[in-house]
């Protein structure tokens, strides 16, 4: 069963770059077509959606974060990275990558990013 992982720095402080990965386990994910999100959820908030990309490599973004948000893969590692700056306490969240693949729907457990001096 395909498993997905995300990975970050934890603590990051304001006005950095973060980058995230996330990675496929258990199977390809990368086959056929596929559309690779990143979602967020900051403390006590609901989910926000923050762009994507599909197999071909067209990229989506939220209007409200595309000028700070670049989302790239490696078919290879079976993995989709996430790149966000110029960081502000705002941005504190849980950092979700989601799939959807071959007609199933795959989520990782989040990685906790927090940004603070």
């Known amino acids: 069963q395909v498993q997905l992982q995300e990975a970050g720095p934890g603590l990051v402080k304001p006005s950095q770059t973060v980058s995230l990965t996330c990675t496929a386990s258990?199977?390809?994910?990368?086959?056929?077509?596929?559309?690779w999100s990143w979602i967020r959820q900051p403390p006590g908030e609901g989910l926000e959606w923050m762009g994507a990309?599909?197999?071909?490599?067209?990229?989506f973004y939220s209007p409200s974060l595309q000028s700070r948000t670049s989302i790239s893969r490696d078919n290879d590692k079976n993995r989709v990275d996430l790149q966000m700056d110029n960081l502000r306490p705002e941005d504190s969240a849980v950092y979700y990558c989601?799939?959807?693949?071959?007609?199933?729907?795959?989520w990782g457990q989040g990685t906790q990013v927090t940004v603070s001096t």
């Open positions: 990309i599909d197999t071909f490599g067209h990229t």
């Open positions: 989601y799939a959807s693949a071959s007609g199933l729907d795959y």
């Open positions: 258990g199977g390809s994910i990368t086959t056929g077509y596929y559309y």
